[in-house]
């Protein structure tokens, strides 16, 4: 089955798409954190509590962290979950650089690593981490069913996954009211903040495309996860995944 967001470029038709988002990601790494909470109004810091709320129970070790950015949820994992290592995967140098300041800023910078990964071709071994999280990046990856196997692959057996992705609306006034802000809202501040007009209209149209509900969860099954589950948060913005291997 193909999915819409490999079909989704941020520039031309030219490149491949990894290529593409790294060099997006790099020319906004440094308003990035700004624009992010901006445009969802701090909502995401509780997205991403809510989501390690869900590892708490299983208290993982070794965690990897894909498509980490600036190292939000990498932070955030540690102030709640204290495990011995986080590893923050990501294309974009620039944007770890960001993530890496911030990090050695907190003195954590032994305990939270910065490495630059194809998240389609992982360099890690076999059942090598406890649990493996992704915040609002799944839907840049080249070829979602493989950055999913991947993520299966380096697992432990019994590791738990948990994808938080941003998700359309599914009922009105929602689904209206965040079509008019997705369509407009955002590219006008993205563009006015950032001064990169491209990236602000490519990630509201990688949100449209990227599989929502049960079509994520069906890959997640068909990438080997047991027990794969979704659920969505302030009315069907953003959706979170999970599953066991």
């Known amino acids: 089955m193909e999915y819409g967001p490999e079909k989704i470029l941020p520039y031309n038709n030219d490149e491949q798409k990894s290529t593409q988002v790294r060099r997006m990601f790099d020319s906004i790494a440094g308003t990035y954190d700004l624009l992010n909470h901006a445009l969802s109004f701090g909502i995401d810091k509780g997205w991403r509590k809510k989501g390690i709320s869900f590892l ?3 208290a993982p070790m070794v965690v990897l962290d894909i498509a980490t950015g600036t190292g939000d949820l990498a932070i955030s ?23 890496r300041k911030k990090v050695a800023d907190l003195g954590l910078s032994s305990t939270i690593l910065f490495e630059q990964q194809d998240c389609l071709n992982l360099s890690y071994e076999e059942n090598s981490f406890d649990a493996i999280t992704a915040a609002f990046g799944v839907r840049n990856f080249e070829n979602i069913e493989k950055g999913i ?24 006034p929602m689904k209206q009211l965040y079509k008019i802000y997705s369509n407009t809202v955002i590219p006008f501040i993205g563009r006015f903040l950032s001064k990169e007009k491209t990236a602000y209209h490519y990630l509201p149209a990688s949100i449209k495309v990227v599989p929502q509900g049960k079509d994520m969860t069906a890959i997640l099954t068909k990438c080997g996860f047991k027990e794969a589950k979704f659920c969505t948060f302030t009315f069907g913005i953003c959706s979170m995944y999970t599953g066991i291997k």
């Open 56 to 58: 708490k129970p299983y």
């Open 77 to 99: 994992i540690y102030k709640m979950l204290a495990p011995n290592k986080i590893i923050g995967a990501d294309i974009s140098e620039g944007m770890m650089d960001v993530g």
């Open 149 to 172: 196997s991947e993520m299966y692959r380096v697992l432990r057996p019994g590791g738990h996954v948990m994808i938080l992705e941003l998700s359309t609306p599914a009922h009105f």
